[in-house]
C-alpha cells in the first residue's frame, strides 16, 4: 500500500493525537481547558518573540504598568540581551528571557505571560549557568533577578549560598548522567 505522505505534519503533535491518548478520558470540560491552556503557552511564545523583536531593535514600547512593555522597555534601558543561551553542558543548558553583566553586576529578566505566580528559581539557574559558563563567583558578583508578570515587577536578590547549591546540584548531576549514558552504552 502507498501511504499518504503528509510531510506538512512530520514533527507536530495533534491535540488529539495517539501518542498523547489520556484525551480519550477527557470530558468537554476538560478538553476545555487543555485547549485553552494550549493557546495560552502559543500566545507567550509569540510574547516573547515579539518582545525578542522589540528588545533586538531598540523599539520601546509606550510606558505602562503592562508586563510587557515593563519589560522590553527595562531591557533597552539596562541594554540587556534578548533570548541568551547559557551552556555547561549537554545535559544542562537554557535560555535566559534577557541578561546582561556589565559593572560586576549580573541581571537576569524573566517575562512570564501565565496567570500562576512564577519561581525565582529558574531565574537562579541561569545565574548558575551563568557562573559556571564564565567561571563567576557568585559572592564576588552583585545579582538582581526580575520577573515580569500580570502587570507587576517582582524583584529577588539571591544568596550566594542559594548559587552555590545550585551549581553544585548542575556539576553533580551532570557527572551522574555521563556515568549513567556510560553504563548504558
Avoid at 13 to 26: E, F, Q
Avoid at 146 to 159: A, C, F, G, L, T
Amino acid at each position: 500500500m502507498n501511504f499518504n505522505s503528509h510531510l506538512q505534519l512530520r514533527g507536530m503533535h495533534a491535540l488529539l493525537g495517539a501518542s498523547n491518548y489520556h484525551w480519550i478520558n477527557y470530558d468537554e470540560e476538560k478538553l476545555d481547558r487543555i485547549f485553552f491552556a494550549q493557546m495560552a503557552a502559543k500566545r507567550g511564545t509569540e510574547l516573547h518573540a515579539l518582545a525578542h523583536e522589540l528588545i533586538r531593535l531598540s523599539v520601546r514600547l509606550p510606558q505602562s504598568r503592562k508586563s510587557l512593555n515593563q519589560y522590553v522597555n527595562d531591557a533597552i534601558a539596562y541594554r540587556m540581551t534578548s533570548e541568551q543561551v547559557l551552556f555547561h553542558s549537554e545535559n544542562c543548558f537554557g535560555t535566559a528571557d534577557t541578561i546582561a553583566f556589565k559593572k560586576n553586576k549580573l541581571r537576569v529578566h524573566d517575562l512570564k505571560t501565565g496567570v500562576s505566580e512564577a519561581s525565582f528559581h529558574q531565574l537562579e539557574v541561569y545565574v548558575a549557568l551563568f557562573c559556571l559558563e564564565y567561571k563567576m563567583n557568585p559572592l564576588h558578583i552583585e545579582i538582581e533577578l526580575r520577573i515580569y508578570q500580570n502587570d507587576e515587577v517582582r524583584v529577588h536578590v539571591p544568596e550566594a549560598d542559594d548559587i552555590f547549591h545550585i551549581i553544585d546540584k548542575i556539576v553533580t548531576f551532570d557527572k551522574r548522567i555521563i556515568a549513567l549514558r556510560a553504563e548504558a552504552e
